[in-house]
């Protein structure tokens, strides 16, 4: 291989693909790239990103296209380009180097770092040319090299290290969850919105346990700014990723199937905690949203695209002008009665839609849609990560729980079976699968997801059973010394887990609540688990709940059909007919009998 080359071309990732015609010298990360590194005596530059990200495609534009940079980056550095959703390890690596040199991080991810993997300086956007405060990417890059040949061996090592959360005690997570919590908006702190799915799950679990006022408010205010504001894709259904403004108005227009399955599963759950049929509605509309934008040949694929030809949002804001001319005079007339429509708009002159009430519109938003599609639309990254496809079909086997769809129940048992057909070979679990291209290298993440998916298979079809048996070694096989290892690929060193439960439930929160609820199932030994700090650990502390016995555990010879059971529930098939809660067994009450 021609290092003094850009050999992208090489890599089956949609990301590294695109930064195929920069002309800085990139590399996949391997041990030939980084044993040249080592022999050259020169600095790695590492670069993080992934396919959908609007900043990194801007880099991709900028710095990484300027011939100046890419010049000194060349002829300085090994240059190398990480998708951060391949390899979740080195990212997560990075991201602890950055976060303890900044107090924050984000994508890309720049990091200068040393052969043997002692990292120098991380930054995230830098422009081509500096501006305002903003030294440009080449200013950055000098002065790192500089620092380098005057400190070679001064650099210290960083090591990963497991910071798991700190202890908190049961009667303080709500309460601490409330001072996050913005009563004006809705969501949680006073900046960015960002859909806080872990935390929604905890609270509508905690408040089907205590029916606390405040809980419910807290999750229902939430729940209808996510759904009624910029977060939603009211046209075609599913979320974006985040919201730039605290008022939920302006998305960061990405859509990614992690936010697909987590919504699905809070709205879901809301539905059937809180009652309200516009909850049901909205996890019908991200179901229509995955068969239609995310599904291809039986999985379904990372995400959507921020920009639609290097600008942001394009497919999706329209102008007044373009709205008034695609409706007759009536259907505008009823769609400004439903929207914030006016000709100023809300984004950079444009509107981007925004739900003022409840009013039924569909024809209408069905005839909108019709002509969005006709224009072009953002690109997709179309990896298949297994991890988070099981992650989306936990999600589907629990809305078909909530919102009594025996249909979503198979179609995740076939999600599962897709993946293992194609991920697991006996003894390894691979990670994705892009270009034809299978990925072997193993991840807690995938391991916990799909024991979690095959933990809610058993309850409804227990010859599962020996394959959960199989999978919850495979899992234990990421424990080490008593912590979790993210993995422990020979080309990189040992990460280990993190524990934050956003925007998906963390590898450790997930690998605990798997196995938790498998020793349930099973009749194992549970040991004591603590709660922690909440936010954080949102996730973690479900599967606290359920360890504590704050979920029911119904056996039954018969299955008992779910919209009976509280949502708090597991079940199994046996001749006890038993409703264990809280440490004490039961015997089932006459309504739980089906008939």
């Keep these: 291989m021609d290092i003094r080359h850009n050999n992208l071309e090489r890599s089956s990732s949609p990301y590294l693909l695109q930064h195929i015609n920069n002309p800085v010298w990139w590399q996949e990360w391997s041990d030939e790239i980084i044993s040249y590194a080592a022999e050259t005596k020169k600095l790695l530059f590492v670069s993080v990103g992934y396919a959908t ?117 049961e009667s303080s997570l709500s309460d601490t969850l409330s001072k996050y919590y913005d009563t004006e908006n809705g969501g949680f702190g006073k900046g960015h919105k960002f859909p806080p799915h872990s935390s929604l799950l905890f609270l509508l679990y905690q408040a089907a346990l205590d029916d606390s006022p405040s809980t419910k408010t807290i999750c229902s205010k939430t729940l209808d700014a996510m759904r009624l504001r910029g977060l939603n894709d009211h046209l075609q259904g599913g979320i974006f990723r985040y919201c730039v403004d605290r008022e939920w108005t302006i998305p960061h227009f990405e859509k990614m199937l992690y936010d697909q399955a987590m919504s699905l599963w809070s709205y879901s759950l809301a539905f059937r905690v809180l009652g309200k ?132 129940e198979k179609h995740a048992a076939n999600l599962i079976q897709n993946l293992l057909n194609k991920f697991w070979d006996g003894t390894n679990l691979a990670h994705s699968y892009s270009k ?103 996730f973690y502390n479900i599967a606290v709940m359920i360890n504590n016995g704050l979920f029911h555990l119904f056996e039954s010879e018969k299955p008992l059909p779910w919209n009976l059971l509280p949502v708090n529930s597991l079940r199994i098939t046996g001749k006890n007919e038993t409703d264990c809660y809280m440490g004490v067994c039961r015997p089932l009450e006459k309504r739980f009998y089906p008939g």
């Design 53 to 169: 990200c609007h900043w990194c495609h801007v880099m991709a534009s900028e710095a990484f296209s300027d011939l100046s940079t890419a010049d000194y980056l060349n002829n300085h550095f090994v240059c190398i380009k990480v998708d951060r959703e391949q390899r979740p390890d080195i990212d997560q690596f990075l991201m602890e180097f950055i976060n303890n040199q900044n107090g924050r991080g984000g994508w890309p991810l720049n990091v200068f770092m040393t052969s043997d993997l002692r990292p120098v300086y991380a930054l995230t956007y830098a422009p081509a040319k500096s501006r305002d405060s903003m030294l440009s990417f080449l200013e950055e890059a000098e002065k790192v090299q500089t620092y380098f040949e005057n400190n070679t061996n001064k650099i210290p090592p960083f090591v990963s290290a497991e910071n798991p959360p700190e202890k908190a005690s």
């Design 277 to 408: 049929e516009t909850y049901k509605n909205m996890a019908d509309n991200i179901l229509k949203c995955l068969e239609e934008c995310f599904k291809v040949d039986g999985f379904y694929i990372a995400g959507h695209d921020a920009d639609t030809e290097h600008e942001e949002g394009a497919t999706y804001i329209w102008s007044y002008e373009e709205i008034k001319n695609s409706l007759l005079p009536e259907e505008f007339e009823k769609f400004s009665q439903t929207y914030y429509i006016n000709k100023s708009g809300n984004f950079e002159g444009s509107i981007h839609l925004i739900r003022m009430n409840e009013n039924h519109i569909e024809d209408i938003e069905s005839k909108l849609l019709t002509e969005r599609l006709t224009r072009k639309q953002p690109s997709k990254d179309n990896k298949i990560l297994c991890g988070i496809n099981a992650l989306l079909a936990i999600a589907m086997l629990q809305a078909g729980r909530f919102l009594v769809r025996p249909d979503l």
């Design 436 to 538: 034809d291209v299978l990925q072997k290298e193993n991840f807690l993440f995938d391991a916990a997801a799909v024991l979690s998916a095959i933990s809610l298979l058993f309850e409804y079809d227990d010859s599962w059973g020996s394959l959960m048996t199989t999978m919850t070694l495979y899992l234990k096989s990421f424990q080490e010394d008593g912590k979790w290892k993210e993995s422990s690929i020979g080309d990189f060193q040992k990460v280990y887990a993190a524990w934050l439960d956003h925007p998906v439930p963390s590898s450790v929160s997930l690998a605990e609540f798997g196995l938790t609820r498998v020793a349930l199932l099973t009749g194992k030994e549970i040991y004591p688990m603590e709660y922690r700090e909440p936010f954080k650990s949102d």
